[in-house]
T-cell receptor, first 108, second 113 residues
Framework: DAKTTQPNSMESNEEEPVHLPCNHS???????IHWYRQLPSQGPEYVIH???SNVNNRMASLAIAEDRKSSTLILHRATLRDAAVYYC?????????FGAGTTVTVRA | DTEVTQTPKHLVMGMTNKKSLKCEQH?????MYWYKQKAKKPPELMFV???????INESVPSRFSPECPNSSLLNLHLHALQPEDSALYLC????????????FGPGTRLTVL
């Protein structure tokens, strides 16, 4: 299984951007990079996914390195509701394999 | 309707009890999943159903028995559980393309006494 590496935790101030890195040096050419987040006492929630090109949606942006060995999830203006565990992972056919994730704390 | 519902929200059971967890979605998704999540840990995949057939079993003990009676429902039957099986059990569903996102339910918090 392809593995991802993320920092354990990150802190941010409200209204400031948050850049969440993820290393995935063993990724194969056809693996999509997915990001999910899990707010306290809730199930995981899809954030964004991409293959090679940078992606934007209403929640976040995903910047993928040219060699695809790393990616960065960007929350453009953090709010208190963005405090969660953020998971970077691959979807291998039908399987999602979650790593430890990054716990994001947002200070008011 | 983009929701996955799970019942019950909380369940306390003894080691000799038999109980069932229920998951429902009406998004027309043909892939459904059970995950187990211990406190402060990431979710771990247990089972995957594709078109109502079990396609992946991640070496889960037989005291957990999944069932997919139709395309909208997924059950997890529990029997003779151990205290270490106490966890949050999450259900998820997805359209049948592997690159689409999974939708997760809020989970059932299970405590085994």
């Amino acid at each position: 299984d392809a593995k991802t590496t993320q920092p354990n935790s990150m802190e941010s101030n409200e209204e400031e951007p948050v850049h969440l890195p993820c290393n995935h040096s063993t990724i194969s050419g056809t693996d999509y990079i997915h990001w999910y987040r899990q707010l306290p006492s809730q199930g995981p929630e899809y954030v964004i996914h991409g293959l090679t090109s940078n992606v934007n949606n209403r929640m976040a942006s995903l910047a993928i390195a040219e060699d695809r060995k790393s990616s960065t999830l960007i929350l453009h203006r953090a709010t208190l509701r963005d405090a969660a565990v953020y998971y970077c992972l691959f979807q291998d056919d039908y399987k999602l394999s979650f790593g430890a994730g990054t716990t994001v704390t947002v200070r008011a | 309707d983009t929701e996955v519902t799970q019942t019950p929200k909380h369940l306390v059971m003894g080691m000799t009890n038999k109980k069932s967890l229920k998951c429902e979605q009406h998004m027309g998704h043909r892939a459904m999943y059970w995950y187990k999540q211990k406190a402060k840990k990431p979710p771990e995949l247990m089972f995957v159903y594709s078109y109502e057939k079990l396609s992946i079993n991640e070496s889960v003990p037989s005291r957990f028995s999944p069932e997919c009676p139709n395309s909208s429902l997924l059950n997890l039957h529990l029997h003779a559980l151990q205290p270490e099986d106490s966890a949050l059990y999450l259900c998820a569903s997805r359209r049948d393309s592997p690159y689409n996102e999974q939708f997760f339910g809020p989970g059932t918090r299970l405590t085994v006494l």
